[in-house]
């Protein structure tokens, strides 16, 4: 699965600047990523206009999303709009 489908839905996408917008409560958020390869990769992504962080843990062998944390502003709003992109997918793990 490549980066651009992992973050594309209603109210997440990636723009051609290879950052990350995430809307929330009508507030564009921008992010910054990083992505750490292995069998559990990490994405982190870094907002550039609020504090807000972001650790999305991803398995590889099943292509299952299994932790993403956040931090900051609007931290509990920004993980359900996460959360439920992947759940529209079909690759969060149930227990999240």
């Given at each position: ?28 958020l921008?992010?910054t990523?990083s ?9 982190i ?52």
């Amino acid at each position: 699965m490549n980066l651009q489908d992992l973050l594309s839905c209603n109210d997440i996408r990636l723009n051609k600047n290879d950052e990350v917008l995430v809307t929330v409560d009508n507030v564009k958020l921008i992010f910054t990523f990083s992505i750490n390869f292995s069998l559990i990769t990490e994405i982190i992504l870094k907002c550039k206009n609020y504090k807000s962080n972001c650790r999305i843990i991803i398995d590889t062998r099943t292509e299952k999303v299994i932790a993403i944390e956040t931090q900051g502003f609007k931290e509990e709003k920004i993980k359900k709009v996460i959360s439920e992109c992947f759940r529209e997918k079909g690759i969060l793990y149930k227990q999240i």
